[in-house]
């Protein structure tokens, strides 16, 4: 039997270290300078411009999911 070891991490921590690989300490979107971003489970979407930023090591999966409870996505 495998067992799967997932690191939970808090909400606070895991938005201030995505506003700070997005670079709104330094003003907000990359592409643009918006401080209209929004953090998803695994980028960093600028309301904007509409660019995104991927955030390092975060699951691909929760972010499915995220898109698919929001209706950002339809189900196939």
């Known amino acids: 039997m495998r067992v799967k070891i997932v690191r939970l991490v808090p909400r606070r921590l895991l938005e201030r270290v995505t506003r700070a690989q997005a670079g709104q300490g330094a003003g907000g979107c990359v592409k643009c300078g918006s401080l209209f971003l929004e953090i998803e489970p695994a980028f960093v ?32």
């Open 45 to 76: 979407h600028c309301r904007y411009c509409g660019s995104l930023s991927r955030i390092r090591g975060a699951s691909l999966l929760a972010q499915e999911e995220y898109e698919m409870r929001s209706g950002l996505r339809l189900a196939s």
